[in-house]
């Protein structure tokens, strides 16, 4: 069965049975702490009839998700459950355990996710970072650490995606082929190369920029010596000003009166305020972030880095216009 649509479709698990609690196991959770008692009494306050159904692993009779309340039935001094089964190998049911409780009910913390994803690197050493993040509740960069760190990590040549479509996981070879379709269509959009070769928007916005400065676009160190890319670059001289001092140019932007004057140009000048960062600003920023959000703080650095370079190399190739432009715009994202 595709694992992938386990828990986003109850078609998936389609009959609903009435089983007895005693027959139930446990241990496929991956929780650290089994059981949160508070949980179970918030729940056992709420009548069973309007709780969803617990899943279970049918060979095993193992709770996959539910174990509150089961725990919170046995509290109201019920005898059954009302169940739905799952008939996947044990492997597929500790994955189908992870998605149902990543987010719902008493969502796992970070460190809950992160050890979980750890053990779906062993379970399935063919599935992507991505794959696997999707389904932990983490960004694909933390996995692939957690790939790095995991020990006897069986790796293969190829992974699978959420797509369900196999990728090379040679990362070299595929920014290559990002820097190759990049060469051929310059203006085509991070995410649909991201897309085409498997690789994070991130990365692929890494490749543009070093095609931009006339570089390899795989780092040094991480390139099969054996191949060559034959990537044709832009030449490093179209990464104007490399040492721009950004606080000198937005004070030069905010003196223009063709900017002052209008409130599209202020607009622009808002925005750009807006994501001035300094060396100590940023500092800052790093130390007052949870823990447990900086994840996800960096995937929106990341996508707002991809947005904003765009925007440099759409304003680099526009020819001369009119101000402000007479198009009509559209809602500030």
Same mark, same amino acid.
């Given at each position: 069965?595709?694992?992938?649509?386990t828990?986003?479709?109850?078609?998936? @698990? /389609?009959?609903?049975?009435?089983?007895?609690?005693?027959?139930?196991?446990?241990?496929? *959770?991956?929780? $650290? !702490?089994?059981?949160?008692?508070?949980?179970?009494?918030?729940?056992?306050?709420?009548?069973?009839?309007?709780? /969803?159904?617990?899943?279970?692993?049918?060979?095993?009779?193992?709770?996959?998700?539910?174990?509150? #309340? *089961?725990?919170?039935?046995?509290?109201?001094?019920?005898?059954?459950? =009302?169940?739905? $089964? $799952?008939?996947?190998?044990?492997?597929?049911? $500790? %994955?189908?355990?992870?998605?149902?409780?990543?987010?719902?009910?008493?969502?796992?913390? %970070?460190?809950?996710?992160?050890?979980?994803?750890?053990?779906?690197?062993?379970?399935?050493?063919?599935?992507?970072?991505?794959?696997?993040?999707?389904?932990?509740?983490l960004?694909?960069?933390?996995?692939?650490?957690l790939? !790095?760190?995991?020990a006897?990590?069986?790796?293969s040549?190829?992974?699978?995606?959420?797509?369900? #479509? =196999?990728?090379?996981?040679?990362?070299?070879?595929?920014r290559? =082929?990002?820097?190759?379709?990049?060469a051929?269509? /310059?203006?085509?959009?991070?995410? !649909?190369?991201?897309?085409?070769?498997g690789?994070?928007?991130?990365?692929?916005?890494?490749?543009?920029? !070093?095609?931009?400065?006339?570089?390899?676009?795989?780092p +040094?160190?991480? +390139?099969?010596?054996?191949v060559?890319?034959?990537?044709?670059? =832009?030449?490093?001289?179209a990464?104007?000003?490399?040492?721009?001092?950004p606080?000198?140019?937005?004070?030069?932007?905010?003196n223009?009166?063709?900017?002052?004057?209008?409130? +599209?140009?202020?607009?622009? %000048?808002?925005?750009?305020?807006?994501?001035?960062?300094?060396?100590?600003?940023?500092?800052?920023?790093i130390?007052?972030?949870?823990?447990? @959000?900086?994840?996800?703080?960096?995937?929106?650095?990341?996508?707002?880095?991809?947005? &904003?370079?765009?925007?440099?190399?759409?304003?680099?190739?526009?020819?001369?216009?009119? &101000?402000?432009?007479?198009?009509?715009?559209?809602?500030?994202?």
């Amino acid at each position: 069965m595709q694992i992938a649509h386990t828990v986003s479709k109850e078609s998936d @698990c /389609p009959d609903v049975a009435e089983v007895d609690l005693s027959e139930l196991r446990f241990g496929l *959770s991956p929780r $650290f !702490r089994e059981e949160d008692t508070d949980h179970t009494r918030a729940l056992a306050e709420i009548a069973a009839e309007l709780l /969803p159904p617990i899943v279970v692993h049918r060979p095993s009779m193992t709770v996959v998700d539910g174990l509150h #309340r *089961s725990r919170a039935a046995l509290l109201r001094g019920e005898r059954t459950v =009302r169940v739905r $089964f $799952f008939d996947g190998t044990p492997e597929e049911a $500790f %994955l189908l355990s992870v998605r149902a409780n990543r987010a719902h009910g008493l969502p796992l913390s %970070l460190s809950e996710r992160k050890a979980a994803a750890a053990r779906l690197i062993m379970m399935f050493p063919d599935r992507s970072d991505r794959s696997i993040a999707g389904s932990a509740g983490l960004s694909d960069k933390t996995v692939a650490r957690l790939r !790095r760190t995991t020990a006897d990590d069986p790796r293969s040549n190829t992974r699978l995606g959420a797509d369900d #479509r =196999r990728r090379p996981a040679d990362g070299a070879e595929r920014r290559r =082929r990002a820097a190759r379709l990049l060469a051929l269509e /310059p203006r085509t959009s991070l995410r !649909r190369v991201a897309g085409e070769v498997g690789l994070s928007p991130a990365t692929v916005l890494d490749v543009r920029r !070093r095609l931009a400065r006339g570089e390899d676009p795989v780092p +040094a160190g991480s +390139a099969r010596p054996q191949v060559r890319t034959g990537v044709p670059c =832009r030449p490093a001289a179209a990464r104007r000003n490399p040492s721009l001092d950004p606080r000198a140019a937005l004070q030069q932007l905010r003196n223009d009166p063709a900017l002052r004057s209008s409130e +599209a140009g202020r607009e622009l %000048l808002r925005r750009l305020h807006a994501q001035l960062l300094t060396g100590g600003r940023l500092n800052d920023l790093i130390a007052d972030c949870p823990p447990h @959000c900086r994840d996800r703080v960096a995937d929106l650095a990341e996508s707002y880095a991809e947005q &904003w370079w765009a925007l440099a190399d759409r304003l680099r190739t526009a020819r001369l216009g009119s &101000w402000p432009h007479p198009a009509k715009r559209g809602n500030a994202s």
